[in-house]
C-alpha cells in the first residue's frame, strides 16, 4: 500500500496561499461599488449629506424686507389744509350789539376731497377800485380752537365783530366805504373778496386802542 501522506512543506505553501487569496479579496471588496453605484461605507457620503441639508432659505430675503426699501408715500404738500380753491366764503345772519354787529363767516367745502381748517381767519375791509385795504384788519379775539375737518359739502364758521366806527371821532378815523371783506384762510396766502357794503376807518391806529373788526377761531357751523 502506497504511503498518503504529504510532505509538511505542502500543507504549509497551501495555508499560506490560502490566507493570501483571503486578503486579497477583502482588499478588493473594500470601497466596491453597492447595489445604487455609490460607497456603502466611509465619509464619500457626508459632503452630499451636507449640502441637501443647508437652510433652503439662507441665500433669500429677510421675510419683510422688500416693504421695509419700499419708497414711502409722500402727504400731499397741503397737508390736507383747506385752501382758499377748496371753498366758498358767504356772511351769515348777524346780530346787534353794543356799537358793533356780529356776523358770522361761513366757509364751505366745495371740493370733492375733505380738508381740515384750524384758527383764524385773516379779515380786511377793502374798498375802491383795486381792492386796496382800509384801515386795521380784523384782530383776533379769544383762544385759538382745535382743528375742524370738512367733508366735501360741510362748513364751519369764524364769528366776526364788525363796529360801527361812527362811534369814533371822524378825524380820527377817517370814514371809508369798504365794498367787502378779503379774506385769507388759515395757514393759506391766497384770499378770497366776500361782499359787505360797510363803513371802516381808513387810520392806521384809533383812539383808545379801538378796532374796527374783530375775528374769533373757526369753528363747526
Same mark, same amino acid.
Given at each position: 500500500?502506497?504511503?498518503?501522506?504529504?510532505?509538511?512543506?505542502?500543507?504549509?505553501?497551501?495555508?499560506?496561499?490560502?490566507?493570501?487569496?483571503?486578503?486579497?479579496?477583502?482588499?478588493?471588496?473594500?470601497?466596491?461599488?453597492?447595489?445604487?453605484?455609490?460607497?456603502?461605507?466611509?465619509?464619500?457620503?457626508?459632503?452630499?449629506?451636507?449640502?441637501?441639508?443647508?437652510?433652503?432659505?439662507?441665500?433669500?430675503?429677510?421675510?419683510?424686507?422688500?416693504?421695509?426699501?419700499?419708497?414711502?408715500?409722500?402727504?400731499?404738500?397741503?397737508?390736507?389744509?383747506?385752501?382758499?380753491?377748496?371753498?366758498?366764503?358767504?356772511?351769515?345772519?348777524?346780530?346787534?350789539?353794543?356799537?358793533?354787529? %356780529?356776523?358770522?363767516?361761513?366757509?364751505?367745502?366745495?371740493?370733492?376731497?375733505?380738508?381740515?381748517?384750524?384758527?383764524?381767519?385773516?379779515?380786511? %375791509?377793502?374798498?375802491?377800485?383795486?381792492?386796496?385795504?382800509?384801515?386795521?384788519?380784523?384782530?383776533?379775539?379769544?383762544?385759538?380752537?382745535?382743528?375742524?375737518?370738512?367733508?366735501?359739502?360741510?362748513?364751519?364758521?369764524?364769528?366776526?365783530?364788525?363796529?360801527?366806527?361812527?362811534? %369814533?371821532?371822524?378825524?380820527?378815523?377817517?370814514?371809508?366805504?369798504?365794498?367787502?371783506?378779503?379774506?385769507?384762510?388759515?395757514?393759506?396766502?391766497?384770499?378770497?373778496?366776500?361782499?359787505?357794503?360797510?363803513?371802516?376807518?381808513?387810520?392806521?391806529?384809533?383812539?383808545?386802542?379801538?378796532?374796527?373788526?374783530?375775528?374769533?377761531?373757526?369753528?363747526?357751523?
Amino acid at each position: 500500500m502506497a504511503n498518503t501522506k504529504k510532505p509538511w512543506f505542502s500543507l504549509v505553501f497551501l495555508s499560506a496561499a490560502g490566507a493570501s487569496g483571503a486578503l486579497l479579496l477583502s482588499a478588493c471588496g473594500q470601497g466596491s461599488p453597492g447595489a445604487s453605484g455609490t460607497p456603502t461605507d466611509g465619509p464619500a457620503s457626508s459632503p452630499a449629506m451636507s449640502a441637501s441639508s443647508a437652510p433652503a432659505s439662507s441665500s433669500s430675503a429677510p421675510s419683510g424686507s422688500a416693504s421695509s426699501t419700499a419708497p414711502a408715500q409722500k402727504p400731499p404738500a397741503d397737508n390736507g389744509l383747506c385752501k382758499a380753491g377748496d371753498v366758498t366764503l358767504s356772511l351769515g345772519k348777524g346780530d346787534a350789539g353794543a356799537g358793533s354787529a %356780529y356776523l358770522p363767516l361761513l366757509i364751505k367745502n366745495t371740493s370733492s376731497q375733505p380738508c381740515t381748517i384750524q384758527g383764524f381767519p385773516g379779515v380786511s %375791509y377793502v374798498g375802491g377800485d383795486n381792492g386796496q385795504q382800509i384801515g386795521q384788519p380784523a384782530t383776533r379775539d379769544g383762544d385759538k380752537l382745535g382743528p375742524v375737518k370738512l367733508a366735501p359739502g360741510q362748513s364751519a364758521k369764524a364769528d366776526l365783530q364788525v363796529a360801527n366806527v361812527r362811534n %369814533y371821532d371822524a378825524a380820527a378815523c377817517q370814514p371809508t366805504p369798504a365794498k367787502g371783506f378779503r379774506v385769507y384762510l388759515p395757514q393759506d396766502t391766497a384770499s378770497k373778496f366776500v361782499p359787505f357794503d360797510g363803513l371802516g376807518c381808513a387810520a392806521k391806529t384809533l383812539p383808545g386802542n379801538g378796532k374796527q373788526l374783530g375775528v374769533k377761531s373757526v369753528v363747526r357751523a
